[in-house]
């Protein structure tokens, strides 16, 4: 499973509304570090199949949802679960502990 792309229009329907845990990707086209663990997203993503859906959303393009969760900082990641927040990292990590955050909320 690919990582998808979700925005102001459908956060609620893609993210809260999602049977399984979403795991969403704050970034930025001119973030460097955001574009420095996309491709271990990809990799998660296809490792985790249909456990957990990982989707981004650009911050710049969708502020609403942005400013709804209070993002200060990018790339910030957060993992919802039946519509709530279940945890939240900020900023990049290599891709072992990225893989062990959403693992251990899957």
């Known amino acids: ?7 102001d229009a459908s956060f609620e329907a893609d993210v809260l509304k999602a049977k399984e845990p979403v795991v969403v990707d704050f970034w930025a086209e001119w973030c460097g570090p955001c574009r420095m663990i996309a491709p271990a997203l990809e990799e998660i993503a296809g490792a985790l199949g249909d456990k957990v859906k990982i989707v981004k959303l650009n911050v710049d ?17 957060m993992m919802f679960k039946n519509g709530e927040i279940a945890s939240r990292q900020v900023g990049a990590a290599p891709k072992q502990k990225l893989q062990q955050w959403i693992s251990s909320g899957v």
């Open 1 to 7: 499973m690919a990582v998808g792309k979700v925005s």
């Open 61 to 77: 393009e969708n502020p609403k949802v942005a400013a709804q969760y209070g993002i200060m900082s990018i790339p910030t990641l």
